[in-house]
């Protein structure tokens, strides 16, 4: 690797990054992987990782159960080194009304074959005690599940290493590629070297995490 161009290099060593690097070494590409800083800090550290199914959009939907479902097929030893558990969620309704969106709610992700269960009152103080009581009930996804982001990014650039792609902490890129015309980028220009000449750079945005931060709960 140190002695051949790379196919592709990625900047930044988050999860994104981690993960572009083991899709691209696995499909035969050598990878350059280049951070600043160290791998898994920065906005991957400060992830909650929450694997959880988001409606929306019909678009957001799939997508996340996509994701889901692409974590639930890893290896073992990479949902061990993620420390990936199925924990659920809890979609909390304070009164009446949210009770009814939490209805529509499990009858669309029914439509979409994501099974759920609808907790009155009394169900959702028992999966969670510590919530405040008076709520009126909750929608529990038992197949979303939270993994530890920088130990899942650390494990995925193990991976990729094992692929054959190279990783280097400490090396900021000083300046972006700019295609000016098909197939000739200018050079990028990186800490540990003057210049390195590329033909294609993926540029990562490490993962961040959701919007709402639905309440998780054991099984």
Do not use: F, N
């Amino acid at each position: 690797m140190t002695s051949r161009r790379p196919d592709a290099i990625i900047v930044g060593a988050g999860i994104v990054g981690a993960a572009c690097a083991v899709a691209l070494a696995r499909d035969g590409k050598r990878v350059l992987v280049l951070d600043a800083a160290a791998a898994a800090l920065g906005t991957t550290a400060a992830g909650m990782g929450h694997l959880v199914v988001m409606d929306d959009s019909p678009e957001q939907l799939a997508l996340t159960r996509y994701s889901t479902s692409l974590w639930a097929r890893q290896d073992e030893p990479l949902r061990v080194a993620s420390e990936l558990e199925w924990c659920g969620t809890v979609w909390v309704a304070e009164d009446g009304a949210q009770l009814e969106g939490v209805r529509a709610k499990q009858q669309l992700y029914a439509e979409h074959g994501i099974a759920t269960e609808v907790l009155d009152e009394q169900s959702l103080v028992d999966a969670e005690p510590q919530l405040r009581r008076g709520l009126a009930g909750g929608l529990l996804v038992a197949s979303d599940g939270v993994i530890y982001p920088p130990s899942a990014a650390l494990a995925l650039l193990a991976r990729a290493r094992e692929l054959g792609a190279e990783v280097r902490e400490r090396t900021a890129v000083l300046l972006g590629m700019e295609l000016r015309r098909p197939h000739r980028p200018r050079p990028v220009q990186h800490g540990s070297r003057s210049r390195s000449s590329i033909r294609t750079t993926a540029r990562s945005r490490k993962a961040s995490s959701p919007a709402r931060a639905p309440i998780k709960t054991s099984p």
